[in-house]
């Protein structure tokens, strides 16, 4: 009788080990620092065209990267709109496409960004566009 409630404990933690690791393996990580207030991307996914990143940085921090990496990949903005619940910016790509980002703050010091590229979403691209916002996030705080 214990043998068998031991055996059912054990395979209980075996199937339940790898639910609480998932989150940790489904978040990626950015550090700029050991411990030095590292600028760090909380979570990221792509999903039905849409990326999504949930940045440990304020809104206005990530507004003013993502609008400079608009800027520095060539992509003129045509419209943009900020405010204390949300920030959403308009662009279009030389060949047409539409890029749009919605910037969410979740609390003062955490924000999502959500990109798309497209009716359809293009996912490289996308992730191009994240991957300029961080690395303006990670200088900014270094200078």
Same mark, same amino acid.
Not at 52 to 67: H, K
Not at 118 to 143: P, W
């Given at each position: 009788?214990?043998?068998?409630?031991?055996?059912? $404990? =054990?395979?209980?933690?075996?199937?339940?080990?790898?639910?609480?690791?998932?989150?940790?393996? *489904?978040?990626?990580? *950015?550090?700029?620092?050991?411990?030095?207030?590292?600028?760090?991307?909380? +979570?990221?996914?792509?999903? =039905?065209?849409?990326?999504?990143?949930?940045?440990?940085?304020?809104?206005?921090?990530?507004?003013?990267?993502?609008?400079?990496?608009?800027?520095?990949?060539?992509?003129?903005?045509?419209? $943009?709109?900020?405010?204390?619940?949300? +920030?959403?910016?308009?662009?279009?790509?030389?060949? +047409? $496409?539409?890029?749009?980002?919605?910037?969410?703050?979740?609390?003062?010091?955490?924000?999502? *960004?959500?990109?798309?590229?497209?009716?359809?979403?293009?996912?490289?691209?996308? $992730?191009?566009?994240?991957?300029?916002?961080?690395? =303006?996030?990670? =200088?900014?705080?270094?200078?």
């Amino acid at each position: 009788m214990a043998y068998a409630r031991k055996a059912a $404990k =054990k395979k209980a933690r075996a199937t339940l080990l790898p639910l609480l690791l998932l989150p940790f393996a *489904l978040t990626s990580c *950015l550090a700029a620092g050991a411990g030095v207030g590292a600028i760090s991307a909380v +979570g990221s996914a792509y999903a =039905k065209g849409l990326y999504s990143s949930t940045e440990a940085v304020s809104l206005n921090r990530l507004w003013a990267s993502t609008l400079y990496s608009l800027e520095n990949l060539g992509i003129p903005v045509e419209r $943009k709109n900020l405010d204390e619940n949300r +920030g959403f910016i308009f662009a279009r790509r030389a060949d +047409g $496409k539409t890029v749009q980002i919605e910037l969410i703050p979740q609390s003062p010091r955490i924000s999502q *960004l959500r990109i798309r590229v497209g009716t359809f979403g293009d996912e490289s691209f996308s $992730k191009l566009i994240a991957e300029r916002v961080h690395l =303006k996030l990670t =200088k900014t705080r270094n200078d």
